[in-house]
Nanobody, 126 residues
Framework: QVQLQQSGPGLVKPSQTVVLTCAVSGGSIATDYYYWMWIRQSPGKGLEWVGAIAYSGVRHFNPSLKSRASIFRDTSENQFSLQLSSVTPDDTAVYYC??????????????????WGQGTQVTVSS
């Protein structure tokens, strides 16, 4: 059984950097043929993909974030992290990590993820 456990702060001030971490058990982020995703959902909006890191280490990011997002992984700990810099109130959302089967452009369809973390409410406010 794959489990994803998220950690990270819930309140961040504007212009700061937020780091969220997802620890994976029951699967390997370095060898299992999946994307490991970061996804968010703002109030009243649908799911938005933030970024993805494949088992191979290849990364993809949503262009709307204008290069503010980075994804790191620690294969020895089997976890991956999202770093989002220069946050604004528009980044307020519930952030999820998730696992998504690899395929052509599937990282742009976050709803097809099969395992999800519990979600972290990130609020950007002064």
């Amino acid at each position: 059984q794959v489990q994803l456990q998220q950690s990270g702060p819930g309140l961040v001030k504007p212009s700061q950097t937020v780091v969220l971490t997802c620890a994976v058990s029951g699967g390997s982020i370095a060898t299992d043929y999946y994307y490991w995703m970061w996804i968010r959902q703002s109030p009243g909006k649908g799911l938005e993909w933030v970024g993805a890191i494949a088992y191979s280490g290849v990364r993809h990011f949503n262009p709307s974030l204008k290069s503010r997002a980075s994804i790191f992984r620690d294969t020895s700990e089997n976890q991956f992290s999202l770093q989002l810099s220069s946050v604004t109130p528009d980044d307020t959302a519930v952030y999820y990590c998730a696992r998504l089967p690899v395929g052509s452009g599937t990282y742009t369809r976050p709803g097809e993820s099969d395992y999800w973390g519990q979600g972290t409410q990130v609020t950007v406010s002064s």
